[in-house]
């Protein structure tokens, strides 16, 4: 258990739908990053929050956004959903080089 | 081509037997990070490496980082069923707030 938590473990939706994924990293990190894992793209970074604000952005659409709020914890916000936007989406949280990652929300788009 | 190359992206080795996965950068490495993923699960960490010879152990998996060469080995002594899944390295860009770009991964599969 890396202490990184993300919540649903599923989400099965429509297209043109919006979801949220929520993460809370471990105690004490101030910073979050998210991922997206699919079978075509490999593992890819989308964005990453420092202590509430956006520190880099990867490869994320403009239909993704993210926050980080006070108490730490961060939503990818993802609407307009398309069926190429089913994948894992993993956050991670670090103090300091390294990441540890959370079990990833798997978001299904029908 | 990927910033991060795995070879081979798919190994399939009978127990007991010893196996090398390899990542090569086309990029300069300021730290290299290696994962272990369980098939549709997350991503567990077994190491980081940083400096260029750098060499770790975690059971029976050693990593070792080639710094010249802009490559990194993990290879896993005497290999179990408990170490099948997809191997991932990621390497650090500190230029995009240390966030990690990570290499297509490597399926492993070992027979009983």
């Known amino acids: 258990d890396s202490g990184v938590t993300q919540t649903p473990k599923h989400l099965i939706t429509a297209t043109g739908q919006r979801v949220t994924l929520r993460c809370s990293p471990r105690s004490g990190d101030l910073s979050v990053y998210w991922y997206q894992q699919s079978l075509d793209q490999g593992l890819q970074f989308l964005i990453q929050y420092y202590n509430g604000e956006e520190r880099a952005k990867g490869n994320i659409l403009e239909r993704f956004s993210a926050q980080q709020f006070p108490d730490l914890h961060s939503e990818l916000n993802l609407s307009s959903l398309e069926l190429g936007d089913s994948a894992l989406y993993f956050c991670?949280?670090?103090?300091?080089?390294?990441?540890?990652f959370g079990p990833g929300t798997r978001l299904t788009v029908l | 081509s990927q910033e991060l190359e795995q070879s081979p992206q798919s190994l399939i080795v009978q127990e007991g037997k010893n196996l090398t996965i390899n990542c090569t950068s086309s990029?300069?490495?300021?730290?290299l990070y290696w994962y272990k993923q369980k098939y549709g699960e997350g991503l567990i960490f077994l190491m980081m490496?940083?400096?260029?010879?750098e060499e770790k152990s975690h059971e029976k998996i050693t990593a070792k980082l080639d710094e010249k060469k802009q490559q990194s080995s993990l290879h896993i002594t005497a290999s179990q069923p408990s170490h099948a899944g997809i191997y991932l390295c990621?390497?650090?860009?500190?230029?995009?707030?240390?966030?990690?770009?990570f290499g297509g991964g490597t399926r492993l599969m070992v027979k009983p």
């Open positions: 990029k300069t490495l300021y730290g």
């Open positions: 990621g390497a650090v860009r500190m230029e995009a707030g240390n966030m990690l770009t």
């Open positions: 991670a949280s670090s103090v300091g080089v390294e990441q540890f």
């Open positions: 490496l940083q400096k260029g010879g």
